[in-house]
């Protein structure tokens, strides 16, 4: 390392070497998750809609009896913990700058949403299959 | 030897207080506030359907819960949150497409967000309100 490094400022001693080289598949994944997003999302608050006040425990099962309600579901669950954790990723980084502190922040949020996405998905496939 | 003088706080560039909120701004900040808000609702979603495939007891809270003024204020914020982040995501999916960063179209845009995401709400809350 050159002598001089410390007394360099952060700016200086980046300069020039380009970009991080990770940033556009974090891009790509928000694009896609949120093009997908859309439909899914229009879908879930429309069915939501419908169902608001009138959704009791046997009419909430029976709505997931449809082999495209429970499919819609399982894709709206996957896709939306996707979004989600790549979204507050993006918060946490622009926050909380103690690297300890981010990492665990960014990996407790993935492994919470990414624990709840398969409970949910397999909650969704245990009320399709009837169990 | 002498110790390092004591580093003092780098100098900030003009941060939130010092500006006034403008609509470009407080639109950007109202995308986040609503993404972290329905990252938040999305877990109670889950927590729906876990509390459906448990039983009818675990259901039963859950249900009971959204029946309450409670429930009904915070369903009405998640609708909010919903359809304002639905509105402004396109938006960022058409700035994505290299469209829509002239001046006038990026108030007409964000006039067109805020307009829908205050309808889509107010149909939304009627519904749950029980007011139709």
Not at chain 1, 93 to 108: L, Q, S, T
Not at chain 1, 116 to 128: G, N, P, Q, W
Not at chain 2, 97 to 106: N, R, S, T, Y
Request: aromatic fraction near 14%; include cysteine; charged fraction near 10%.
């Amino acid at each position: 390392m050159n002598q001089n490094e410390g007394l360099k400022s952060d700016l200086a001693r980046v300069r020039g070497l380009g970009s991080a080289k990770s940033g556009t598949g974090h891009w790509v994944g928000m694009h896609y998750t949120s093009l997908a997003l859309v439909p899914l999302g229009v879908w879930f608050a429309f069915s939501m809609f419908i169902c608001i006040g009138t959704a009791d425990y046997a009419a909430a099962r029976a709505w997931f009896q449809s082999p495209i309600n429970s499919a819609l579901m399982i894709l709206f669950i996957l896709v939306g913990a996707h979004h989600a954790v790549s979204g507050l990723q993006v918060v946490v980084e622009d926050y909380i700058h103690a690297p300890f502190c981010k990492h665990a922040k960014i990996i407790g949020t993935r492994f919470l949403f990414a624990a709840l996405a398969v409970l949910a998905t397999l909650s969704v496939l245990k009320i399709f299959l009837g169990l | 030897m002498t110790t390092p003088a004591p580093q003092r706080p780098r100098p900030l560039s003009p941060h939130l207080t010092i500006y006034r909120p403008q609509m470009t701004s407080v639109l950007s900040i109202l995308h986040r506030l609503s993404g972290v808000v329905l990252s938040a609702g999305f877990v109670l979603v889950l927590g729906w359907v876990v509390a459906l495939a448990y039983g009818p007891n675990a259901y039963g809270y859950v249900y009971g819960f959204i029946q309450t003024v409670w429930g009904k204020i915070f369903l009405s914020g998640f609708a909010a949150a919903f359809f304002y982040h639905l509105a402004a995501g396109v938006r960022h999916l058409l700035w994505d497409a290299g469209w829509g960063f002239k001046l006038p179209q990026v108030y007409a845009t964000g006039t067109v967000v805020l307009v829908f995401a205050s309808l889509a709400t107010a149909v939304v809350a009627i519904r749950i309100w029980g007011l139709a």
